[in-house]
């Protein structure tokens, strides 16, 4: 991946060169940022061909798959900004980095302003990076593939709008936390990476199918676990603060559980705490006290369990293929 990035981006440098050197930071923002990360996306495009009878030697794949790390890199840039964070994996957020070098050069305007301006810039120009480094793979059956590509951008858009949305209100249910959990995460992280993949490698609709039965349970416990690691994880593997969700005021699944749990006292202590810094040590000790926590993590057990049965309808050697990427999504640290 970081060679097929690298790839993209020295072309894009040539493309640029003409308006001269005040682009290089704008763009050495965005190579640093896709820089890292753990590459989940493009090992599920990745998987989804090699699950399809795709070449493992192709070459021109990993430049697709490529693809799948600025579109995430856009939606992360655009997501810090919205939920105004200060870092991401353990360095500045892209906003917050240009806040601070418009404010030690000392130059005109207001550095926040300035700062939100770039990211916002810098989302939209990895999110047609995206369509440019998957359109230019070289490999055959890109058009095919493109509506896995679109659905992806436009699910993932959609996704975190009732995320945003749910925030508006005073209360989620677990049903509507998951209905957000569906399309901002599983779709997103785990099913349309697959069905690219095995799109470019020829897959029929059956294979699409039966990808999308391992992926939608995993790719729910792959936002459950990160639920859980937003609001218990270490900081220094997260790279974010611990209990920002709860800082957040996001209405997680782990959050909905805890109301529907607790009391009427702890749904007000919810009420009253959630979104607030002052209270996240007291939320992060009701959602344990609760059963909240452990209500979560026995529903990814489930989930796990619902991926790993649906892994026999995949043709022969697809369980080899995919069973590792189960453990990789939920069994993580960060």
């Keep these: 991946m970081d060679a097929a990035l690298t790839e993209f981006v020295a072309r894009q440098r040539v493309l ?35 699950v399809a009878g795709g070449d493992p030697d192709e070459p021109r794949l990993d430049h697709a798959a490529a693809a799948l790390e600025w579109l995430q890199g856009s939606a992360l840039v655009h997501d810090d900004i919205m939920d ?26 207001d550095p926040a302003r300035h700062g939100t301006s770039v990211a916002v810039l810098l989302g939209d120009l990895m999110l047609s990076w995206a369509d440019e480094q998957f ?3 070289g490999l055959p059956r890109t058009d095919e593939a493109l509506r896995f590509l679109d659905l992806c951008k436009t699910e993932v858009v959609a996704g975190q709008y009732l995320d945003v949305l749910a925030q508006t209100r005073p209360s989620v249910d677990v049903e509507e936390a998951m209905r957000v959990v569906r399309y901002k995460s599983a779709k997103y992280t785990v099913e349309r990476p697959l069905h690219l993949g095995a799109a470019l490698a020829g897959a029929d609709e059956s294979l699409i199918t039966a990808l999308t039965d391992v992926a939608l349970p995993l790719g729910e416990a792959f936002q459950l676990r990160d639920d859980v690691l937003g609001v ?23 959050v909905a559980r805890a109301a529907e749990l607790g009391t009427d006292t702890d749904r007000e202590l919810l009420a009253r705490a959630l979104g607030t ?10 959602v344990e006290r609760t059963g909240a926590l452990a209500t979560v993590e026995a529903d990814i057990e489930r989930l796990e369990r619902q991926a790993d049965a649906a892994l026999d309808a995949l043709p022969a050697g697809g369980r080899a293929v995919m069973e590792p990427l189960l453990l990789t999504a939920t069994r993580r640290s960060r």
């Design 135 to 137: 359109r230019t793979s």
């Design 232 to 254: 218990f994880g270490d900081p220094g593997v997260t790279g974010k603060p611990a209990g920002d969700d709860l800082r957040d005021g996001k209405r997680t699944v782990l």
């Design 84 to 109: 105004d964070s200060d870092t991401r994996r353990g360095r500045p957020s892209i906003h917050r980095d240009f806040e601070r070098k418009h404010r030690d050069a000392g130059l005109v305007g």
């Design 16 to 50: 640029l060169a003409d308006l001269g050197p005040d682009l290089d930071e704008f763009i050495d923002a965005a190579t640093d940022f896709v820089r890292g990360g753990k590459r989940l996306r493009p090992l599920f495009c990745r998987a989804g061909w090699l």
């Design 277 to 286: 810094t002052d209270g996240v040590d007291e939320l992060r000790d009701l």
